[in-house]
């Protein structure tokens, strides 16, 4: 599903958070460029790649990135084209190219759908961190998986056509301002909500409908973080991605703007993504087919056993048939 807009550190005086929010087209412009990664300033620790959803730019993750920096990490928020999960994620994929040494690939909501599309066969890419996240696998879409899981979301969506300079037409996604505080931010300053709906990005209906080709999650480690309050993204949804995924999972008491309400528990995620060692990276999950065939064995192996077995004993106990009726025989040949 999408990512709610996303402006400000989501903690402090709302004053605060409003003059983040109002740098949000500097912050995205200056952290979109690829270029940026370039400057190793870590000592060796990974550089922290932060997606962020739909409605939302960059400067969603002002709260994280002031902890991360703090902590040593090198940070990049590039801008998510918004414009279908194909072109997002193959953008993306070109910053990852730009970026030197082991990266930690974040996504929130859409964003995460993004990630792991962009991460496949990236042998850079360590660790997926996927906050109140949309985890598609192979063949799914943010639709597929919202039918099975289903939101509010929907009721607060308004479609407004668009076309290009290149001619082409289609249709973008908006929020309700009226909706976006109780569906999407309900743990922030209804002020805050207010700026967050007059600043939102637009997203593509594509965004939405195009399914995955790949799952990056299949074979690199995973960290999940469930928002126990999101109206946009189901928690069970969230939950079921994780299981799938065998991620590291932590649940909070958040609406869907986890990074933005509450920002250092975000970052502990991170950091623990960040740090784990070989044997803390849960193994990974099976390609689909791996478990079909599995699953398709099972009955035809217990059919074998039962069949091997049941001759056997068939023939055990014809056997014993046979030899007692040798000793009866020899017995009445005796009496005789």
Known sequence: MMASPALGSGRGPARARVAAAGCAVAVCATVAAPAAAQDDTSGGKPTVVLIHGAFAD??????????????????IAPANPLRGLYTDSTYIASVLDSVKGPIVLVGHSYGGAVIS?????????????????????KGESGQSLAAKFPTELPTALR??????????????????RDKLHRIFAADLPAGTARLLAATQRPASTATLSEKAKAAAWRQIPSWVLVAKQDKTINPRQERFQAKRAHSHTVEINSSHV??????QEVTDLIIKAATATGSA???PAAEPSDSR??????PADTAVAWVTG?????????GALVLGHRRRRRSRSSLR
Request: no cysteine.
């Open 58 to 75: 960059g400067s969603s993750w002002n709260g994280v990135i002031q902890r991360l920096e703090r902590r040593g990490y090198p940070v």
């Open 310 to 318: 049941g001759a056997a004993a068939l023939l055990l106990g014809g």
């Open 258 to 263: 986890a990074m933005l309400a509450h920002p």
């Open 293 to 298: 065939a599995r699953a398709e064995s099972r």
């Open 117 to 137: 599309s962009a991460a496949v066969g990236h042998p850079r890419v360590k660790s997926l961190v996927y906050v109140s996240s949309l985890m598609p696998d």
């Open 159 to 176: 479609t407004v056509p668009y076309r290009a300079g290149d001619g082409m037409r289609g249709k973008d996604l908006y929020l309700k």
């Open 281 to 283: 990276r849960p193994s």
